[in-house]
């Protein structure tokens, strides 16, 4: 189902590119502003089975993202100026930010050295658990088991399902459906049970993946010494918001701000929702990042910035650079804000 929707959606960049209409869209739907969303930025992997490819964009293609803005002659912009401009009604120049979820290592080493050649800032919004090198990256240690068998049993729907993985394609297809059920169980404990019994079972070991993977506070207190660099939140444990109780929720957004105020001496105003769909932060989320403090929230719905935007500064929608379509041919598409105005239903803010 996720291989139909990629080629439903790359099908859609398309047509939009070919047949020019993005062009004459764009004056109506490019709004004022677009805050990008990505993950990991590094080399290619060759790997046939990376179902998390959509979170991982090569350096090149940041870099072909960066120079297209500029010859549109668009801003390249912090979270903090972004926030500036939609205050103040400041809409003379369209503006883009560049945000990254997670706090992943190769940010630093990636991703600055090409934001550097543009001198374009970028905001990358930390899980505290992952700075701890304690936190549970989940569908990273799902890949891996799945890598690691060939047949896997699961209990979907309180029954044990066996599932094929003896090939790529097969292994996908488990994943996908995996994915699903953990995200489907009625809480984070539900579905860290599960994981961490699977991992057991597979000889993955799951803690380990954070420190492998993310920044740790030393690292980030460097990283944030950058004048590029803006660090923000992403909760304690990466969990779904709205799964969880108020008390919950405000304890993971206030704590994980705390924590990274009180690790790197600086201010963290900007927070990105785990997961960041509709099922994940809706009304009572973004109703409790505003209270907290937080000057600006991004979820992971897809659209441009209009200036109504501003009415919504913590419910603020992004436009992925997804792996699975790393070319520079879709860059003008994304910029017109035709692909994801379609994608809305031509609806400019969704914050409902």
């Known amino acids: 189902m996720k291989q139909l929707r990629n080629t439903v959606i790359r099908a859609g960049l398309e047509a939009l590119y070919y047949s020019g209409a ?56 912090s979270m903090d100026e972004a926030h500036h401009r939609l205050v103040e009604r400041n809409f003379a120049r369209r503006f883009a930010c560049f945000t990254f979820d997670d706090g992943y290592r190769d940010n630093r080493d990636f991703a600055l050295p090409v934001m550097r050649e543009f001198d374009a800032p970028l905001t990358v919004y930390v899980a505290s658990d992952f700075a701890e090198g304690r936190g549970r990256l989940w569908w990273i240690a799902l890949e891996r088991v799945i890598a690691s068998v060939s047949a896997i ?95 919950t929720v405000s304890l993971e957004l ?54 109504e935007s501003a009415n919504h500064l913590t419910a603020l929608q992004r436009v992925s650079l997804n792996g699975n379509y790393q070319d520079a041919r879709i860059l003008p598409v994304l910029t017109s804000g035709a692909a994801t105005a379609m994608w809305n239903g031509f609806r400019r803010i969704d914050a409902a």
């Open 153 to 247: 049993e699961v209990p979907i729907g309180e029954t044990k399902t066996r599932l094929d993985a003896s090939t790529a394609q097969a292994k996908h297809t488990a994943f996908d459906r995996m994915h699903d059920w953990l995200r489907s169980l009625p809480g984070e404990a539900d579905m860290q049970r599960e994981i961490s019994a699977l991992c057991t079972r597979h000889g993955v070991d799951e803690t380990a993946i954070a420190r492998e993977l993310c920044l740790s506070w030393a690292e980030l207190r460097s990283f944030a010494g950058d004048p590029l660099v803006t660090i923000g939140a992403h909760t304690i444990t990466h969990c779904n918001l709205a799964k969880q109780t108020e008390a």
């Open 22 to 77: 993005h062009m004459l869209l764009r004056p109506v739907l490019a709004g004022v502003g677009i805050i990008f969303m990505l993950h990991h930025v590094g080399p290619r992997r060759d790997d046939a089975f990376q179902p998390n490819r959509h979170l991982a964009v090569e350096p090149e293609f940041l870099r072909a993202t960066l120079a297209h803005l500029r010859t549109l002659d668009i801003d390249i912009v």
């Open 254 to 307: 206030a704590t994980s701000r705390a924590r990274i105020e009180d690790a790197l001496q600086r201010p963290a105003l900007h927070l990105a929702y785990p997961y960041g769909d509709r099922i994940a932060a809706g009304q009572r989320e973004f109703a409790l990042a505003r209270t907290i403090g937080f000057k600006t929230a991004v979820t992971t719905r897809p659209g441009m910035l209009f200036p």
